[in-house]
């Protein structure tokens, strides 16, 4: 079950990759039926990453709880994967041949499922979640995937997250 | 919501989170409990007590009130096999258990009978006794607690409270004046007899030289043991013990019974009216 969940949280994390590496290449199964409306398989490519996430979101009400009493920091962490992002964008534009294409997909779901950062999904944010880095009491650094506004140690309430790796945590 | 950990070598991690209640609490105002003293033997209905437990050198972060279990990885299915001992978050209580084999309940074949009746071959499991072997209340800041020996590994260093005194203490308090041994040496000295040694011994070096003297006397009446001028004879561990509970006061003249007694089990009773 974990397993499977952490697989599709990654899928859905990268699956921007493969969307880029689609558009990019002009696949368009559907051009000849759709004639000038051809862009509409465009659109529902794009829509594909935000209803993975919006699935995945829902998986993530079955994970186990676990509890946040009180942290020492909190550290903002929104921009962070952008970089990750980005090369991925670069890396998918500029790939031409499927075994290519298959090989180095492979390799980014691989190495983003076994690190530790594997759920920097930015669809979270544009569904009004955000990442931070905190500390908590016993001085472990761990990610919390939350939508509330979180600024001060001081004025953190305690709150229940739910597990999904041993270093990330989202709040639904 | 209640929660489960448990401790794979001397790492906590994270078991379980659930709303229901894993245990029925024991409400402690209705029992008696008792601060720690090793020459009491509790009763089976009696707890011992540690008051102020948060301010102890052998206590551990997972009673905190702020102690996250976020901060704990998940035990892997591996992981269960070396479990050394649970500890249960439960509202303002924290319960610790330890784990012993006998806990494990694999390879168990029984007929469950809540429905069609069916034979079931138990899976890995892990039995969670009703009654903790400590439990903590945050609130009151108190250990409860039955047995230091169960718990000395959950709570390092809780074992100095009733510990064994070491060869050199036993070879010092062998060594006094009043004790003389006879084919007894101070290296068979028994376990229990060393933590008398350790509890009692003490005690007795912080009496004044007056004290002292009066407690030798109250040994000679009292004890048994063969006096020789001014040495009692130890020639087992019986003998030390019976010096030991001598020294210890545990022999007393029950008045009303008309009847002498040995008291094995002692503690301060702090209902009565003090003498003048």
Known sequence: ?172 | MNELIGKVKSEYKNILSQKDKILVSIDFSKVEAIDFKPSHNLENDEWFQIKDFSKQAFYIEQCDKNFSTASLSQVSNEEYKILSCLCIFQGTERHFQRITPALYVSKKTLLDYSGQPKIVEHKQQIEIKSESDAIYYITKDLLYFKSIGKIKSIFPGIEELHRVATQKEVDKFLAHKFIKLAEYETKTVGTQNRKRIADIGTKYEKLTSDKKQKLIKYAKDKSGLTVDKDTFEIGSDVDLKKLLYAMDQRYYYADIYEEERIASSIRPNLDAKKKK
């Not at chain 1, 492979?106 to 669809?123: A, C, D, E, K």
């Open chain 1, 1 to 172: 079950m974990n397993f499977t969940l952490r697989l599709f949280l990654t899928f859905s994390s990268v699956s921007f990759f493969v969307i880029v590496f689609l558009v990019q290449n002009q696949i368009n199964p559907f051009a000849c039926q759709l004639g000038c409306y051809y862009w509409i398989t465009y659109i529902a490519y794009i829509l594909i990453p935000f209803i993975l996430t919006f699935i995945s979101l829902g998986i993530c009400k079955l994970l186990s709880k676990s509890s946040l009493q009180k942290v020492t920091s909190i550290e903002t962490s929104n921009n962070d994967f952008l970089a990750n992002y980005l090369a991925f964008f670069f890396v998918a534009l500029s790939i031409k041949e499927m075994p290519a294409f298959w090989v180095v997909f492979g390799m980014t779901l691989m190495f983003t499922f076994v690190s530790r950062v594997s759920y920097f999904n930015p669809i979270f944010l544009v569904f009004g979640y955000n990442f931070y880095y905190v500390h908590t009491n016993e001085n472990v650094k761990v990610m919390i995937i939350s939508k509330k506004k979180l600024k001060s140690p001081n004025t953190f309430e305690a709150m229940t997250v739910r597990r999904i790796n041993d270093y990330t945590f989202i709040e639904i």
